[in-house]
């Protein structure tokens, strides 16, 4: 496949005037240049996609079926793009070869999984209280909802998941599970995965006959056109999966508009608890662990354990020493692009230069030819000191992690309920006899995250209908919302309502007999009937 | 009853200086002020109140049944209070007592309807995925989900609807369902009322041993309170209902703070399309059942149906010429209060100055001894001057409305499709034929509302499950959400992942075995098992 490097919509690359000079991909672990030159898109060329975008919804939002045998043609055209999409993927992220299959087929089952969810239909909640003629004072009409497609969704994906959370990630295939037109900005460190993927969406559509206004892919280096997008009249939601200050200045920018759901996934420190007992029987099971964790996908991941609690004892010692020794042996490793390491090298100065915080590990080496390669690091401190530095509670994104040694489990329930914000994730780890007593710990860490995980760790972020993935601001910007799992898809709908309507003109989904066959609340009962 | 006049926190009225003059309310009917003054809360108070909101939030959430026997116990108090409750009210607004029982009603419906949502269960939208120790590559976890409660709300109540709408209205009810402390702002214009609602709850809470810091009750007639409870750092949600003026500047207000939901709920001019044939089969029953919502409490309805669009034929002008008819027989009726009325007689004014719109009907009669009455009104334009002028699209709150007289069907779907802006319902009045073939616009109405209804009124917004009483912006700050019915629950809560989790650990909701016997989303299957 030859890359062209120009936006999409309609169906194909832009044929308006390329504008300015353009980019490049970088390859991150040789520091090259790849080819195409991309180009950003320009107002006229987002205003082409929105409006072709909205004038596509109602053809797209009406058809379940031919919908999910759309996602399903999508994961097939992925995994049809075979290696040449690993290949270049690999060349852009510096991810291997391995990740990058991986996440094709989380990427791909994905998509199949809301193919069943639309088919299923529940997502729909559909509602039904049949009429009371007779009702006194006045009769009842009958009234019947049930959720409809907000209209075209601008979805932001993120570098460090170049398919799973990018242009037919999570958030696409939720949006037009949904029924919404997508409107993705492609990201500029994989602008090549990006067409590829797009072109992948672009064909399902003509092969499902569905509208080719149902996608499209703008490309931006700069800020301009994720901010075209975002204030666009047309734009009816946006989806953003990245770092906070990406997602906090869209936020402000969609404040500028009439009011548009927002949803922000920014990442977190994920704080993790590991209890005395814990540490002191399984403290270097927990260490090789964590160590792993820390160090999985160059620690970027926005589940990453970056603060880790425990009581200042013999065992956590122990474990201290033990992490210290596996992350000092953790190889360097190539971060997605040289703007990544710089910001990491620059997190992890902050750290060091604060009284009171220790730096366990070797110094920074070089950045290697790409310039973008890291060390793994370990800062240790006290809780003063983490109470008295809110930096500490700052997001390092990379292979580094924080112990704070506390005094008590008291003093980490103090910690954790007065000086951590939200948070996508909180783990904590405890024996069976110290779980037992844990339940004011827990519902403190409940109370600033969106997931609390038992003795594991917060990487892996299961795929399935109970998986939550946002938290309280600032890990998102609506914590009502998750951005993994099938309940991803309520996102991007609301509520219609019909009332006294003929059969006729109802959507099958609110007939009487119940032809789609779909779980219902019919006068107050859930049924299938 | 003797009335306090103070803001209300911790169970009791504040024991902190009064500050200012305060205010008193005003009969609109007579335009008497009422005994006691009420003083604005203060910074500080507000302050308390969020703080022991806070603090109280842990404790309200836990106990479901207990939640379900306060809403009760709240409505048999609003009942308990008899004709006192009654006769402030109607003193406060000029509504009839008729009116404000029948609406008391509808309030502890709605509070009643509450408890048995939360005993339900369902609202919790439980999720469990088991884990699957042996999967490849990787073992999957236990992995489960259920919604909590936000933390505190911030109600805001409207004017026209002194009890359902206000400090007992649903949206208290469905925040205290969802278990969220709320913090009610008292609408100035029935303060006496709030305070008696609000001492209701508040005894309540007692009687039913559950924390005072769950319901407070701020004063304040000007802007500073209500912009004090949007931007405390404690308040977590905000519900208001009224104009759009005032929801607009809470909702700007809010994206001065970290992100929280923002519902409010602002009106519309709710546009009503009578097909030819409807027209000429029951023009005169349309226009009688037309005139009563238009003058139904005093048109001060969100629902009062504004805009009619309909084709100029014969049956059109017999259709305008009684309700014309209607309108001019109908008496002045007392408003909630003058600055409503004042608001009423400008809207009415700068309609009659527009080129091409013509006004029926006898000229604004004084206002009476509260300087509060209002004369019901009949506009009527062609579509060009709908086209335009955007005033016309604009709600006149109060007993009037337009009718656009458009050359054919298509026109109407011209001016729906493209001028109108979003609405909490949209009405379709036609012969069975014409609904056969009204599809296409009733796809447009829809489009544009939250409600569409068929050959009715919008007029009376029932509360059941299948209610959505919000809309696309203007008419509602969030369309994913409802003010009436029993979804209003869900804006209150979000979604918190228990991974791993030891059977004790977990909330009931979410065991093994379902003590709850709730229905569940179980690997991926709808039970009750």
Redesign the interface.
């Known amino acids: 496949m030859e890359l062209h490097g120009r936006s999409m919509f309609g169906g194909g690359p832009s044929s308006l005037p390329a504008e300015g000079d353009g980019f490049r991909a970088i390859n991150p672990t040789t520091g090259e240049s790849l080819d195409p030159v991309f180009h950003d898109a320009s107002p006229r060329e987002i205003d082409e996609a929105l409006n072709l975008a909205e004038a596509a919804t ?1 053809h797209l939002g009406a058809d379940r079926e031919r919908r999910a045998r759309l996602l399903e043609h999508i994961a097939s055209a992925l995994e049809g793009l075979g290696d040449a999409l690993v290949d270049r993927a690999t060349q852009e992220t510096g991810l291997p070869a391995g990740r990058i299959n991986m996440e094709r087929g989380r990427t791909c089952g994905q998509l199949r999984l809301f193919a069943k969810v639309i088919r299923e239909g ?1 997502y729909l ?1 559909a ?3 049949r009429a009371l003629p007779d009702r006194e004072p ?1 009769p ?2 009958d ?3 049930m959720h ?1 497609p ?1 209209g075209p969704v601008a979805v932001f994906g993120a570098s460090n998941f170049p398919l799973a959370f990018s242009v037919a990630g999570g958030d696409t295939a939720s949006a037009l599970a949904a029924g919404c037109p997508v409107v993705a900005k492609a990201h500029p460190a994989h602008p090549g995965t990006c067409e590829m993927v797009g072109r992948a969406i672009t064909d399902s559509l003509a092969a499902c006959d569905l509208p080719a206004g149902a996608f499209a892919l703008m490309h931006g280096a700069g800020h301009a056109v994720g901010t075209g997008l975002v204030r666009h009249p047309k734009t009816c939601a946006v989806a953003f999966t990245g770092s906070f200050a990406g997602g906090n200045a869209l ?1 402000l920018e969609s ?1 500028k508009r ?4 927002f949803y922000a996934e920014m990442g977190s420190v994920n704080p993790v608890v590991i209890l005395p007992g814990a540490a002191a029987e399984r403290g270097g099971a927990i260490a090789t662990g964590l160590q792993q964790a820390v160090c999985l996908g160059v620690g970027q991941f926005c589940t990453n354990p970056g603060v880790v609690f425990a009581v200042d004892d013999d065992a956590t010692k122990v474990f201290v020493d033990k992490l210290s020794d596996l992350l000092a042996e953790a190889p360097d490793a190539t971060m997605l692009h040289a703007g990544i390491r710089t910001s990491y090298v620059a997190g992890q100065r902050r750290l060091r230069a604060l009284d009171g915080v220790g730096h366990v590990g070797r110094d920074p080496d070089e950045g290697g030819a790409g310039n973008a390669d890291a060390t793994p690091a370990l800062f240790t401190c006290d809780a003063d000191t983490f109470r008295e530095h809110p930096e500490l509670r700052d997001e390092v994104f990379g292979p580094s992690t924080l112990v704070v040694r506390c005094t008590s489990v008291a003093e980490i329930e103090q910690l954790v309920g007065s000086f951590l914000s939200g948070q996508l994730t909180a783990t904590v780890h405890g024996t ?1 006899d110290e ?2 007593d ?2 004011h710990l ?2 403190l860490l ?2 600033v995250s ?7 760790f917060p990487t ?1 972020v ?1 795929v ?5 993935h ?1 938290g ?3 890990a998102a ?4 919302s ?1 951005s993994v799992g099938t ?1 991803a898809i309520r996102r991007f ?10 059969q ?2 109802l959507p099958d989904e609110l007939k009487d007999g119940n032809p789609c066959q779909m ?1 219902r ?1 019919v006068d ?1 009962e ?1 049924s299938r009937e």
């Open positions: 109602d529940s909640d509602r039904i209280d006045i009842k009409p009234i019947r909802q409809i907000l936020m404040h009439s009011p548009i759901p069976g779980l037992g844990a339940g827990v519902g409940r109370n969106g997931r609390v995980i038992v003795n594991g892996g299961e399935c209908p109970s998986m939550h946002g309280p601001f600032p910007s609506d914590s009502r998750t309940a709908l609301r509520p219609a309502c019909y009332q006294g309507f003929p006729t003109l779980l609340l107050g859930w």
